[in-house]
């Protein structure tokens, strides 16, 4: 299994050219994938027209992201504190590892458009739903334990790539029980974003809150991605990724919860908002 370095089409420095720049710099995987993470990220950034250096996450000189994954990022390690991406760099304030503390920057550098409602129900309802699909035991954290655990059960014993999964699942709270709650978890927030969405709709909005966009249609946008990935014209990501288990729905429950208006949705913000087809 590899994420073709062919289908890289962005240029990227590495982290040591980054950390002797200032201005906006934003670490991202450099995988042909789209990780909801990075793609709620670089749409945020986009829609505000914030120009940024990309870094890439691993070290120098590691190339298979799929291997030795922990010591390839060792110099991301010493420079942010973590070893995820997306990580944005604003001069020398400090590195924004985590969804929300991005946006707040991307607000201040970029106030229009303005991605926060000021209707504070709408607000506050925004960061709970965002929450539901970004953070931790979200959306896109359940459906990661599916991404850990199909090919920890398929492999071979000996397939290198049982080191990945085994690590990505450890770093990000896999576990029999997480994974036994996963789907439920999933179709419960896609129930609640249709129900959201539903209501905007008959109130005569084609957005989530408000009357225009806010991040969490930028969020739903590239979280939806997870869980039913754009068709190659829109999303050419590495082929070997378009996998349930990776990038799809993995049963009918959840299925049935991806409506044809949460689907909607999303090909509606990507048409009019960001960037396509998908760069990466
Ligand atoms: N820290 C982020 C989550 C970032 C995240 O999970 N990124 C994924 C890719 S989109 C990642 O870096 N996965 C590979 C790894 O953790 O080694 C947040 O909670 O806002």
């Known amino acids: 299994m590899t994420i073709q370095a062919d289908d890289i089409k962005l240029e990227y420095i590495s982290i040591r050219e980054a950390k002797r720049m200032s201005g906006l710099r934003i670490v991202l995987g450099a995988f042909a994938v789209p990780g909801p993470w990075h793609e709620a990220c670089k749409g945020v950034y986009y829609v505000k027209g914030l120009d940024y250096t990309r870094v890439r ?21 010493e420079w942010t504190a973590q070893s995820s991406a997306p990580v944005v760099i604003w001069n020398d304030e400090r590195p924004r590892s985590l969804w929300n503390d991005q946006l707040y920057l991307a607000e ?30 979200g959306l896109c954290y359940s459906k990661r334990h599916f991404m850990t655990s199909v090919p920890l059960a398929s492999l071979p014993d000996d397939a290198p790539e049982r080191a990945f999964f085994a690590h990505l699942g450890a770093k990000y709270g896999y576990s029999e029980k997480n994974l036994a709650r996963a789907s439920s978890q999933i179709v419960e927030i896609l129930e ?3 129900a959201q969405l539903a209501a905007q709709h008959a109130r005569g ?24 990935p754009m068709p190659e014209d829109r999303c050419p990501m590495a082929t070997d990724f378009r996998q349930p288990q990776f990038y799809g729905s993995v049963n009918d429950d959840i299925d049935r919860a991806l409506t044809a208006r949460l689907r909607a949705h999303r090909d509606f913000i990507y048409e009019a908002h960001l960037q396509l087809p998908i760069v990466f």
């Open 205 to 228: 909005s084609r957005y989530l809150l408000g009357e225009q966009l806010s991040a969490l249609d930028i969020y739903w946008a590239t979280a939806c991605g997870f869980v039913d």
């Open 108 to 137: 201040r550098l970029s106030p229009e458009p303005s991605l926060i409602p000021t209707d504070p129900a709408d607000r506050i309802r925004m960061f709970g739903l965002a929450n539901e699909l970004l953070g931790d035991t």
């Open 192 to 194: 609640v974003l249709d």
């Open 57 to 77: 996450s691993s070290n120098e000189n590691s190339s298979d992201v799929l291997v030795g994954m922990e010591n390839s990022q060792s110099e991301l390690v």
